[in-house]
């Protein structure tokens, strides 16, 4: 783990991470090598990633709810419509 990262979402290894002559390389998954000039465009690239899983994630919790929520309202609808009227 490299110091003052959080453990959200990417976290590379030592194998990922290798400084060469003041320059980090970093491998992620699904993107091309990168060289980044300071430890300060590392963790800005880290934190652009996790910001990005933190609202993939936020969207994957919010839209099942939103889901049982309408469909709860449809069905309540539906049953209000069939009701007799007294």
């Given at each position: 783990m490299i110091p003052g990262c959080t453990?959200?979402?990417?976290?590379?290894t030592s194998k990922e991470l290798n400084k060469k002559a003041g320059e980090f390389i970093l491998s992620l998954p699904g993107s091309k090598n990168l060289k980044l000039a300071s430890y300060e465009e590392y963790q800005t690239l880290v934190r652009d990633k996790q910001q990005?899983?933190?609202?993939?994630?936020?969207?994957?919790?919010?839209?099942?709810?939103?889901?049982?929520?309408?469909?709860g309202w449809s069905v309540g609808w539906i049953r209000r419509g069939f009701k007799k009227q007294q």
């Open positions: 453990n959200v979402g990417v976290t590379p990005r899983f933190m609202i993939k994630i936020t969207w994957l919790w919010l839209i099942p709810i939103a889901f049982v929520y309408v469909a």
